[in-house]
Every structure is written in structure tokens, then in C-alpha cells.
């Protein structure tokens, strides 16, 4: 089992306080506006979505609009979580076979499909998975909807074009002919003036809405995008290979609470 690392501090520590967190995220004014619920006769669209993972404080709101449209959308049976790794513990490329418990619940690991993903440069490493909260803050949104959906976590600390392509084509042979959904766990620019925030985010954004993977990790380092999590989402983009990408919310930590250097938030769905 892998225990909560950042519950009672990015998100509430206790299930009913969780719960009316999380519901709080989807009526905020800068959330969809709603509590949605999942739609069993969904037309299963979404492939994959790109969801901050900062205190839900500040990224809940927009975090929410991926999770409605999957609500949406409908559920798929398994979800593959890529997020960076903050803390440079473990492999460069790390999987772990572990469930993962929030206040909410465990969250089950589909050990049949993290076992078909681990390969080449994904290594399984537990100790990469430890302490870092990318891949965990997104779990309670997943479960406020659905406790029994299971899910496989990678965590990135290489984030080269060349290790995301791997990573993506490993998920993309794994998931072959099943109803999955990948998540890429960022941030976008951090500790900067809200105006600089927006302009070098929306270069980042308009790469990935161009699902151009090559083009978003030369703009990311071309423009200095302090983006945390370039590797996932390029690697979620190589895994899913969708025809469309469309950007359902952007804000920054200023439009919660006014601070002159902010960091940048963005839900982006793909299909």
C-alpha cells in the first residue's frame, strides 16, 4: 500500500471534508459551475487530459472541468496517471504495482496493465512514488465519482523528448483495446507575474492543442516554461495519438487569492 502523502495539506485529510472539498472545486467560479455525474451511456470520447496538481485551493477549480468532461464523457474502466517527479527519488522513469489509499478510499492498481507497460526505460520503483503528490492529488476526483475504477501510476523524472516518446508508445501497446484514459499530471509556468504567466503558458498550450510533442518540449525549453510536467504530457499525447485537443480552462493561483507571482493552471482534454 502506498499512504497518502499530501492529505490534511493539498487537499482535506478526512473523507467528508474531502468530499465537500471536491464539490466545492466543481461550484467554484472559476470550476464548471456544477456537480456533474457520471453518464453510463457516454460516447467514451476523451483519451486523455491534462489536470494540475497543485492544493485544490487553487487548481481544484480547474482541475474540475477535465473530471466533469469525463463525468461527462463516461468513466473508462482503467486510468494510466503520468506526473513529474518533484523530489528526484528513485528511477528516472518509475511504475509501482502499489494501491493507493486517499481519505476517499483505495485507489486498486491494475497490476495486469502496469506489468504490460513496465519496459525498456520504466523501471518499478516504489521509492519514486513515495512522497510525490502529482499523481496522488489527481486519485480523489477519480474516486468522489467511482470507487471501483483502477489505475496505474508513472512517475517522470527524465522528461527528454526521446524518454516521453518511449513512454508513450509503451502505454499506447498496453492499452491496445482497452477502455482507457490517461491523465498527465502538470503545472504550468510557476512564481511569475500573472500577465508573463499567461503569455509563455498559452505557447505551451497551443502545442499541445496542435498535439505537436516535438513542438511543445522545443517551446518549453526555447521560452524557459518553468512547466513541470512537459514529459507526461507528451508522453500522454504519443500514447493516445488523438485527432482533436481542446482547452476547456486556464486560470493561475492569482485568480484565487490576488499574489503578484502566481502559478499557472490548465485542463485540456483530447480525442
Same mark, same amino acid.
Given at each position: 500500500?502506498?499512504?497518502?502523502?499530501?492529505?490534511?495539506?493539498?487537499?482535506?485529510?478526512?473523507?467528508?471534508?474531502?468530499?465537500?472539498?471536491?464539490?466545492?472545486?466543481?461550484?467554484?467560479?472559476?470550476?464548471?459551475?456544477?456537480?456533474?455525474?457520471?453518464?453510463?451511456?457516454?460516447? +467514451? +470520447?476523451?483519451?486523455?487530459?491534462?489536470?494540475?496538481?497543485?492544493?485544490?485551493?487553487?487548481?481544484?477549480?480547474?482541475?474540475?472541468?477535465?473530471?466533469?468532461?469525463?463525468?461527462?464523457?463516461?468513466?473508462?474502466?482503467?486510468?494510466?496517471?503520468?506526473?513529474?517527479?518533484?523530489?528526484?527519488?528513485?528511477?528516472?522513469?518509475?511504475?509501482?504495482?502499489?494501491?493507493?489509499?486517499?481519505?476517499?478510499?483505495?485507489?486498486?492498481?491494475?497490476?495486469?496493465?502496469?506489468?504490460?507497460?513496465?519496459?525498456?526505460?520504466?523501471?518499478?520503483?516504489?521509492?519514486?512514488?513515495?512522497?510525490?503528490?502529482?499523481?496522488?492529488?489527481?486519485?480523489?476526483?477519480?474516486?468522489?465519482?467511482?470507487?471501483?475504477?483502477?489505475?496505474?501510476?508513472?512517475?517522470?523524472?527524465?522528461?527528454?523528448?526521446?524518454?516521453?516518446?518511449?513512454?508513450?508508445?509503451?502505454?499506447?501497446?498496453?492499452?491496445?483495446?482497452?477502455?482507457?484514459?490517461?491523465?498527465?499530471?502538470?503545472?504550468?509556468?510557476?512564481?511569475?507575474?500573472?500577465?508573463?504567466? +499567461?503569455?509563455?503558458?498559452?505557447?505551451?498550450?497551443?502545442?499541445?492543442?496542435?498535439?505537436?510533442?516535438?513542438?511543445?518540449?522545443?517551446?518549453?525549453?526555447?521560452? +524557459?516554461?518553468?512547466?513541470?510536467?512537459?514529459?507526461?504530457?507528451?508522453?500522454?499525447?504519443?500514447?493516445?495519438?488523438?485527432?482533436?485537443?481542446?482547452?476547456?480552462?486556464?486560470?493561475?493561483?492569482?485568480?484565487?487569492?490576488?499574489?503578484?507571482?502566481?502559478?499557472?493552471?490548465?485542463?485540456?482534454?483530447?480525442?
Amino acid at each position: 500500500m502506498r499512504y497518502p502523502s499530501v492529505a490534511g495539506q493539498f487537499y482535506s485529510g478526512t473523507h467528508d471534508a474531502l468530499k465537500k472539498e471536491i464539490e466545492d472545486c466543481f461550484l467554484h467560479t472559476l470550476g464548471p459551475g456544477k456537480v456533474p455525474e457520471i453518464n453510463p451511456d457516454g460516447p +467514451r +470520447r476523451i483519451r486523455g487530459i491534462v489536470s494540475p496538481h497543485a492544493g485544490f485551493m487553487y487548481s481544484g477549480p480547474v482541475a474540475a472541468h477535465g473530471y466533469a468532461a469525463l463525468a461527462e464523457d463516461g468513466f473508462p474502466e482503467v486510468f494510466v496517471i503520468l506526473g513529474p517527479n518533484h523530489h528526484g527519488l528513485g528511477s528516472g522513469v518509475a511504475i509501482t504495482t502499489h494501491d493507493f489509499e486517499t481519505p476517499l478510499g483505495i485507489m486498486k492498481n491494475d497490476k495486469e496493465l502496469a506489468s504490460a507497460i513496465r519496459r525498456d526505460i520504466i523501471d518499478d520503483s516504489m521509492l519514486a512514488h513515495r512522497h510525490e503528490h502529482s499523481i496522488e492529488v489527481q486519485l480523489p476526483f477519480i474516486q468522489f465519482f467511482s470507487q471501483d475504477r483502477k489505475f496505474v501510476p508513472i512517475s517522470m523524472m527524465m522528461q527528454d523528448h526521446k524518454s516521453a516518446t518511449q513512454v508513450g508508445k509503451a502505454i499506447r501497446d498496453a492499452i491496445a483495446g482497452r477502455d482507457a484514459v490517461i491523465i498527465a499530471s502538470t503545472d504550468f509556468s510557476h512564481y511569475i507575474s500573472p500577465e508573463q504567466a +499567461r503569455e509563455k503558458d498559452m505557447l505551451a498550450i497551443d502545442q499541445i492543442l496542435e498535439m505537436d510533442t516535438k513542438g511543445l518540449y522545443d517551446t518549453v525549453r526555447k521560452n +524557459r516554461i518553468t512547466m513541470c510536467g512537459f514529459g507526461p504530457v507528451m508522453a500522454m499525447l504519443e500514447a493516445v495519438q488523438g485527432s482533436e485537443a481542446e482547452l476547456l480552462k486556464y486560470a493561475n493561483s492569482g485568480d484565487v487569492r490576488p499574489m503578484s507571482e502566481v502559478v499557472g493552471y490548465a485542463s485540456i482534454v483530447v480525442k
